[in-house]
């Protein structure tokens, strides 16, 4: 399969390995410095892009993708105010897009488990928070895991009307803690809080291989395929 890497950093080098070691061609490395190159490929040059670069160029590229004709794979966050403009050129343009805000299996059972749990403590008197550190180079905050995660648990509890970016915090709504340090790959944890306990679950990733590897599979499964996805399309959860 021919992949167009939209994003060079450290992500988009651990996609490229992998993607190889599964015996993929890289038929174009863009970043900021070299975005014109992506011009001189023709539709039938790429069978999928991944889009793994800043919340700045990524509504650019997936727009780009679409009226090419390339089915695109998009893991950058903090573009997501662009969102249901893409779905609609998408779908106008029958085209194909993926998108996950995290492509590691275990977190997308975490998704699952976080759900289950905002369920159970729907109706008891507890106060949920999260906690979300990431390395010193992520642009965004909280992250799009965070951000999930906290969908998660909106749309489960009746008590919690949104979610709040510390240091704001407000009476019914979840704050989430974001904190940069060094180069940890992405840790998130679920907190309920009462008066007598507390009760929390984590995800640790130990490196980005898991993203990586998740962002490369949906690439493999898109072709072929009309429309907008997602994680629990492709593994059916």
């Known amino acids: 399969m021919r992949i167009l890497l939209l994003g060079y950093g450290k992500m988009g080098k651990t996609i490229e390995q992998i993607a190889v070691d599964r015996g993929h061609s890289i038929v174009g490395k863009i970043d ?8 001189k490929l023709q539709t039938a040059d790429v069978d999928v892009a991944i889009e793994f670069s800043s919340p700045e160029s990524a509504f650019e590229n997936i727009i780009y993708c ?8 998009c893991g950058t966050t903090g573009w997501l105010d662009h969102r249901a403009e893409v779905e609609a050129l998408c779908k106008a343009q029958s085209g194909s897009f993926f998108y996950a805000s995290n492509y590691s299996i275990g977190v997308n059972l975490f998704f699952r488990l976080n759900r289950m749990l905002a369920r159970l ?17 992520k642009l965004d905050a909280p992250s799009g895991t965070a951000i999930t995660l906290a969908e998660g648990i909106i749309e489960e509890m009746g008590n919690v009307d949104g979610w709040k970016l510390a240091p ?3 009476e019914g709504y979840l704050q989430i803690l974001a904190e ?3 180069e940890v790959p992405g840790t998130h944890i679920v907190r309920y809080e009462s008066e007598v306990d507390t009760i929390e679950i984590s995800h640790t990733a130990h490196n980005r291989q898991g993203f990586a590897l998740g962002a490369v599979v949906a690439a493999e499964w898109l072709p072929g395929k009309f429309g907008v996805f997602g ?3 492709l593994l059916k959860i």
């Open 32 to 39: 900021v410095q070299n975005r014109a190159d992506m011009d």
């Open 231 to 233: 994680m629990n399309d």
């Open 180 to 182: 940069r340090r060094g």
């Open 66 to 73: 679409l009226k090419k004709g390339w089915p695109i794979v």
């Open 168 to 170: 704001e915090n407000e």
């Open 121 to 137: 403590m729907n109706g008891h008197e507890y106060q949920s928070s999260m906690t979300e550190v990431h390395h010193i180079h």
